[in-house]
């Protein structure tokens, strides 16, 4: 079973760029129709989809976000990454990696705060 687990600082200072790491293990992240996702939730708030990178490399972002936001990966590692730039207050979220439309997929999340 493929699992996923996300890494990177729980803090950020605002205008900074946000910067997280996700795992994949158990599986390869250039598996045939894959699409390698980011989602937040901010506290009180529902989930929101920042977007993916998908087996072929291509990305998609949320066009709430797309300006700030850049997907990639390493395929040596078998990792993905999201950078998020220019953060505020308002970027505070547990922010999750998986695979899209694959139940069990999610990792169990990570705390970033946004705060000077």
């Known amino acids: 079973q493929v699992q996923l687990q996300e890494s990177g600082p729980g803090l950020v200072k605002p205008s900074q760029t946000l910067s997280l790491n996700c795992t994949v293990s158990g599986g390869s992240i250039t598996t045939n129709h894959y699409y390698w996702s980011w989602i937040r939730q901010p506290p009180g708030k529902g989930l929101e989809w920042i977007g993916y990178?998908?087996?072929?490399?291509?990305?998609w972002y949320n066009p709430s976000l797309k300006s700030r936001t850049s997907i990639s990966r390493d395929t040596s590692k078998n990792q993905f990454t999201l950078q998020l730039s220019s953060v505020t207050p308002e970027d505070t979220a547990v922010y999750y990696c998986?695979?899209?439309?694959?139940?069990?997929?999610w990792g169990q999340g990570t705390q970033v705060t946004v705060s000077s």
């Open positions: 990178i998908a087996d072929s490399g291509s990305t």
């Open positions: 998986a695979i899209a439309g694959v139940s069990g997929s």
